[in-house]
């Protein structure tokens, strides 16, 4: 098992370019979310997905979307960067049947300049 | 409105001593509390969980507490040893469903 995997590692924006920060696992986990880690700010939630088909809005969802088209796959998309969304991103899941372990990826690191 | 709350964003420990790491949560309907560990450049791993129902939680050298009058939880660990150092997050969830709100992270060094 690869778990949870993110690409890229980094990326670097200009402000106003979109892009698409890619998630994917393997363990047939039902439920995914994306998270971003600031400084002093700890992880905050962006979207998550209960399931193919379905998503909803974190705590901080301005400026991205996500779509949810396979269980394996929770894409983020980044609609005109902006330098606030400069951050780590992690992307994680967990099967949800027993318990609220969730299972990180290993993050991207975006910079919009 | 945070909901999670961790004030030490530091804290220093001699190898060998005990480390404690303290959280406090706001809202009473979070049923279950965990902890992560998070190491440079590398996403956070799973370290140990609580439900409500119980007040204390052990796995090995991690033994978590939880205060649900006070809204508080904390993490022990004993003995410390130099790959303990890393950022640690509080985590909490409930309401039956999968969401985790997370606290802001305590930087834990331990010195040889």
């Known amino acids: 098992n690869a778990g949870v995997t993110q690409t890229p590692k980094f990326q670097v924006l200009k402000t106003g370019q979109s892009m698409t920060l890619q998630c994917a696992q393997d363990?047939?986990?039902?439920?995914m979310s994306w998270y971003r880690q600031d400084p002093g700010m700890g992880l905050r939630l962006i979207h998550y997905?209960?399931?193919?088909?379905?998503?909803d809005q974190g705590e901080v969802p301005n400026g991205y979307n996500v779509s949810r088209s396979t269980t394996e796959d929770f894409p983020l998309r980044l609609l005109s960067a902006a330098p606030s969304q400069t951050s780590v991103y992690f992307c994680?899941?967990?099967?949800?049947?027993?318990?609220?372990?969730?299972?990180f990826g290993p993050g991207t690191r975006l910079t919009v300049t | 409105d945070q909901q999670v709350k961790q004030n030490s964003p530091s804290l220093s420990v001699q190898e060998g001593r005990i480390s404690i790491l303290n959280c406090d949560y706001t809202?009473?309907?979070?049923?279950?509390f965990l902890w992560y560990k998070k190491y440079p450049a590398e996403g956070p791993t799973f370290l140990i969980s609580?439900?409500?129902?119980?007040d204390k939680n052990e796995d090995g050298r991690f033994t978590v507490f939880l205060n649900k009058s006070a809204k508080h939880l904390s993490l022990h660990i004993v003995p410390s040893q130099p790959g303990d150092s890393a950022v640690y997050f509080c985590?909490?969830?409930?309401?039956?469903?999968?969401?985790?709100?997370f606290g802001t992270g305590t930087r834990l060094t331990i010195i040889p």
């Open positions: 609580i439900s409500s129902i119980k």
């Open positions: 363990m047939n986990h039902e439920y």
């Open positions: 994680a899941s967990t099967s949800g049947t027993s318990s609220y372990e969730q299972y």
């Open positions: 985590a909490a969830g409930g309401f039956g469903n999968e969401k985790l709100t």
């Open positions: 809202n009473s309907m979070f049923d279950y």
């Open positions: 997905s209960v399931g193919a088909g379905i998503t």
